[in-house]
């Protein structure tokens, strides 16, 4: 082999160096735009998830706690109650199939407790303790409710898809009813 001065000086890439530097090129930005997109729909539903769950739980915590504590329940619905409370202020829970919301309505303060629930629905039962059983049989009479059951689902819209939530189920049983 022999050193040629005259040759040596040319710089630069060649045609086949420079196509396959490109396609090279190209298949890692791909990769990583494909990575990058299938992240932040991966948080998206994170988000979404924890966001509904955390909604639930507030929820559930609230409806549990002044259940609990109701005296008696004056007028019901599939959609909503009315109890007087332990200090004989009217309680209300209402659902607003239209608005899609769950409110809790107290001593002219009105909480949003879910939004975006697609589904609303209250049941009311009494507890019969015959048989040594503590089954919840359906009631027609205020007088007679001791527990109640709520259903619900809700969803949630993020970046253009909508997360829904699994069904949520729940029966609170009355105790302080008289």
């Known amino acids: 082999m022999f ?4 040759t040596s000086k040319r710089q630069g890439f ?11 090129s190209a298949i890692a930005v791909l990769a990583i735009v494909g990575f990058s997109v299938f992240g932040s729909r991966s948080l998206a539903a994170l988000y ?9 739980r507030k929820t559930i915590d609230q409806m549990t706690k ?15 109650f009315i109890c007087q409370d332990y200090d004989t ?10 608005n899609q919301t769950l409110t809790r309505i107290k001593a002219s303060r009105t909480n949003i407790l879910l939004t975006d629930c697609a589904r609303f629905t209250f049941s009311y039962g009494m507890r019969l303790l015959s048989n040594g059983t503590f089954s919840v049989y359906p009631t027609a009479s ?37």
């Open 3 to 6: 050193f040629n001065p005259k």
């Open 66 to 80: 002044d259940l609990r504590n109701v005296m008696a329940v004056t007028n019901f619905s599939t959609n909503g």
């Open 142 to 178: 205020s007088y007679e409710i001791k527990t109640v059951t709520a259903e619900w689902c809700c969803a949630k819209k993020f970046m253009g898809k909508t997360f829904d939530d699994m069904p949520q189920y729940t029966t609170i049983n009355i105790r302080t009813k008289q």
């Open 89 to 98: 202020n009217a309680l209300t829970y209402i659902y607003n199939s239209t």
């Open 48 to 56: 979404a998830s924890s966001s509904l769950d955390q909604q639930n």
């Open 14 to 24: 060649t045609l086949m160096e420079f196509l396959f530097a490109t396609g090279v």
